[in-house]
């Protein structure tokens, strides 16, 4: 078996690099729609209760999509797993905190008193994924 030459070696790391760097940025496309995503769907969800079968099958189209094509990602990095497991932690919990106003409400609209504190709540769901999109696509 004939060890590589340092060229051929070197080669290679920068063609694996390649390839993680590539992966970054599909994954950073990723948490970028689903970043957007997230704010307009609580945002249907919550102020728009007419909306709320559309907004709803939107977002799981989103969601299925999003997911076949982050199962084609392929290789990771250490960064890339680093980002993705703190972000999914801040967006599941800021997923979930406009979900109990929902159910706190259920069928009807916000109240007026909840607006601010609402929108609130429909931007802060989206800014984990905002977050690991402009660190993945930065590199």
Known sequence: ??????????????????????????F??????????????????LFAPTFRTPVTLAWM???????GLMLRIGVTG?????????????????????????FLYGPAP???SWTVAGVALCVASGLPMLYAARRLTRA
Not at 3 to 21: D, M
Not at 28 to 41: K, M
Not at 78 to 102: E, K
């Open 1 to 26: 078996m004939n060890a590589p030459s340092p060229a051929q070696a070197l080669q290679e790391i920068q063609r694996v690099e390649g390839r993680v760097r590539a992966a970054e940025r599909r």
């Open 28 to 45: 950073g496309a990723i948490c970028l729609a689903s970043g957007i995503g997230a704010p307009l769907y609580w945002a249907g969800m």
């Open 61 to 67: 189209l989103l969601t299925l999509v999003l997911c």
């Open 78 to 102: 250490r960064r890339l797993t680093q980002i993705a497991y703190w972000v999914a932690g801040g967006d599941l919990v800021l997923f979930l905190l406009p979900a109990a106003l929902f």
């Open 110 to 112: 916000l109240p007026s």
